[in-house]
C-alpha cells in the first residue's frame, strides 16, 4: 500500500532529548519543590535524575511517559494530591522551561518542508502535551507543514497503545497500513505496529539499536535520512 502520512514523535527524533530536557526537568523539580531540600530529593529519586551529571538517565520513566504516568508519582513525593489541576500546573511548568531549552535534530524545518512538497500529510504524535509539542513546534519553526498535533492529552489515549496513530488517520481518511510513525522509543514502535503502520526506528533518543530493532521495519540513524529511505521504498 503507498505511504501517504508520515507521523513523528517528538523527543528524540525531532528534539534533542537532553539538551531539551534534563536542564528544564531539573528546573521544574526545583519550582515545584518550593526549596525544600527533601521534597527536591524525592523528586530526583523518583524521576531517576543523574544530579552529578545533570541529566535524565535512559531508565528514567521520563523517557517515554507522559506527565498522566508518572504525575502520580511526582505528586506524592511532594506531598500533594494528583489530581487533574496538579497534572495541568506540572505541563504548564515543563512547557515553560523546555521553551528555554529546546533543541532541534537536525534541520527539521527543511525536513518537513521536503517531505511536504513530495505530497505527505505530516503530524507529530507525542506523548508530551498537546499544548507543550505545539509550543515548541511554533518555536523551532514547523507548524507551517503539520497536519495535526497528537499530545497524550488530546483524546486518542497515548503510546504503547495505537490509539494516537488511528486518530490520524480516522481525521484523514486514511488506512493505517498508509502511515509510517518514527520515533526513538519502543513506546513509538509498539504503538505504530498495533495500529498496522510502518514503523521507523531513530537512533538519535536514549534506546540503542539492539532495544530498538527488532519493533522495527527500518532502523536509521537519525531523521534526516528519512527522505532517502522514503525514495527507496517509493521504488
Given at each position: ?35 525544600d ?32 504516568d ?13 489530581d ?24 527539521p ?80 514502535l ?46
Amino acid at each position: 500500500m503507498t505511504l501517504r502520512a508520515i507521523l513523528f514523535d517528538k523527543d528524540g527524533t525531532l528534539v534533542d532529548f537532553h539538551l531539551t530536557w534534563s536542564a528544564a526537568t531539573y528546573s521544574v523539580m526545583q519550582r515545584m519543590s518550593g526549596g525544600d531540600p527533601a521534597k527536591l530529593a524525592r523528586l530526583v529519586e523518583v524521576n531517576d535524575y543523574d544530579l552529578e551529571n545533570g541529566r535524565i538517565r535512559p531508565t528514567s520513566v521520563l523517557v517515554a511517559g507522559s506527565s498522566a504516568d508518572y504525575g502520580l508519582a511526582w505528586a506524592q513525593a511532594l506531598d500533594e494530591v494528583g489530581d487533574a489541576a496538579f497534572i495541568a500546573n506540572m505541563d504548564r511548568l515543563l512547557t515553560e522551561e523546555s521553551l528555554l531549552h529546546v533543541s532541534a535534530i537536525g534541520d527539521p524545518p527543511w525536513l518537513l518542508a521536503t517531505l511536504k512538497a513530495e505530497g505527505y500529510l505530516l503530524g507529530i504524535c507525542t506523548n508530551d502535551s498537546e499544548a507543550g509539542a505545539r509550543a515548541q513546534c511554533e518555536k523551532l519553526g514547523l507548524m507551517p507543514w503539520l497536519d495535526m498535533v497528537i499530545g497524550y492529552d488530546s483524546g486518542h489515549g497515548r503510546k504503547p497503545e495505537p490509539g494516537p496513530i488511528l486518530g490520524f488517520a480516522a481525521a484523514h481518511g486514511l488506512a493505517p497500513q498508509e502511515i509510517v510513525l518514527v520515533g526513538d522509543s519502543t513506546h513509538d514502535l509498539h504503538a505504530v505496529r498495533a495500529a498496522g503502520g510502518l514503523a521507523v526506528a531513530v537512533l538519535s533518543g536514549l534506546a540503542g539499536r539492539e532495544e530498538l530493532a527488532p519493533h522495527a521495519d527500518y532502523v536509521l540513524d537519525d531523521v534526516m535520512a528519512l527522505p532517502a529511505l522514503l525514495r527507496t521504498l517509493k521504488g
